[in-house]
């Protein structure tokens, strides 16, 4: 979502990193890009002039302007007031307390808000907490089915009682279940409406009184920038909220209301959804975000997204294969379905300091995640014996492979060389040798899975 206002913001503070002087014109030149970058990312003309105001103040000081490094110190200034701009440092969700812990989850219509209960379900669930969802939105057609089949997936209970009734009662009587069950969470999917309108407020206000939530969330939809914010405005009035949850943040849209909706309603963004899976939902992180979008990377979130996904055991059993010299290709199987849960290699590479900008001087190179299922499907078409030993792969077996896979024999022979190149690599890094660079790209030059340059 980001992209388009990262690399405006870099370009923007870019000129500022290599002088080894600045005037207050040079800072307020280049303040003046960060503030139409904002714009254009559809961030309030307030929220954006305010931001930029800030930024001066600070970087215009003395201690800032007679440093080393100015430059650096006016970026490391706009990093920090992004990541205030987006509400400082990391919320945690609170639910501690006696009895069920209520989230009611609210909404406009068409944000993700009932996919969302479910990733947030399902999210709990990996913590600990006996998890319930609860079918209150009974307005709009099939919700009760669709969080019915979603809660299934997520692993949680449902309960529902059909599309007709009182949402008021079904909400009584689902927490009530809740407890009598053992449940210590319930989680309740609230109706929506295209616009805020008294109705919906009203039948929200009687839900929340009902079972007294523990927290309320708000689903803004990220892909709809100032509306979002505006939404989010409207219901900060008419009922109140404790924390943000930023749906479809993986969309193509500007990303204003990333930015803005902290500064306008004075509540945390808590989770940000970045997929369709129930398995994207990831708690927010101010600073990181910040960091992400000037270039910087955001390297914790790489690291908790491995120790999440990466089986410990396998890892080690692969590194001591390695050590070895035994790196087969159902190691690098193993290996390329955990990198796949982690996330798209896209946002993998985001999140490593440099690599944005590093990848533009390639020539615009681009993660196509369509070639990892390439990749499986050769390595799938193999025999267990063609896995352990590649050498065994001739050209009749490269035809078979091919076929099976639906791919063609130069890629199944292109997989194995530089398979073959790879293991070369890592296992002379791995005896503490240095390898021949040269020797190991020489056969590999042309480019080939899973990255392809598009310049």
Known sequence: MFEKLSDRLQASLGALRSRGKLSEA???????????????????????????????????????MKSLKPGHQVVKIVNQELAALMGGAGVELELAGEGVAVVMMVGLQGTGKTTACAKLARQLSGQGRRVALAACDLQRPAAVEQLAKLGEQAGVPVYEQG??????????????????????????????????????????????????????????????????????????????????????????????????????????????????????????????????????????????KAEHEVDEREARQTAERLQKGQLTLEDFLVQLRQLRKMGSLSSLLGMMPGMGAAMKQLGGLQVDDRELDRIEAIVLSMTPAERRNPGLIDGSRRKRIAAGSGT???????????????????????????????????????GGPPMRGLG
């Open 163 to 304: 599309a007709g009734g009182d949402p008021v009662e079904v909400a009584g009587w689902a927490l009530d279940r809740a407890s009598t069950e053992g449940r210590d969470t319930l989680i309740v999917d609230t109706a929506g409406r295209l616009h805020v309108d008294a109705e919906l407020m009203d039948e929200l206000v009687r839900v929340r009184e009902r079972v007294q939530p523990r927290a309320t969330l708000l689903v803004v939809d990220a892909m709809t920038g100032q509306d979002a914010v505006n939404a989010a405005q409207s219901f900060a009035a008419e009922i109140g909220f404790d924390g943000i949850v930023l749906a479809k943040l993986d969309g193509d849209a500007r990303g204003g209301a990333a930015l803005s909706v902290v500064a306008v309603t004075g509540r945390p963004i808590l989770f940000a959804s970045t997929g369709e899976k129930l398995d994207t939902l990831d708690r927010f992180h101010p600073d990181r975000m910040a960091g992400r979008i000037l270039g910087m990377g955001d390297v914790l979130t790489l690291i908790e």
């Open 26 to 64: 040079d800072v307020d030149a280049a303040l003046g890009e960060v503030r139409m970058a904002l714009l254009e990312a559809d961030v309030g003309l307030e929220v954006a002039r305010d931001f930029t105001a800030r930024v001066r103040e600070r970087a215009v000081g003395a201690e800032v």
């Open 408 to 446: 063609s024999v130069q890629a199944v022979k292109q997989l194995v060389r530089q398979f073959e190149q790879m293991r070369q690599l890592m296992g002379q890094l791995a005896k503490g040798g240095m390898p021949d660079i040269g020797k190991l790209l020489g056969g590999a030059r042309g």
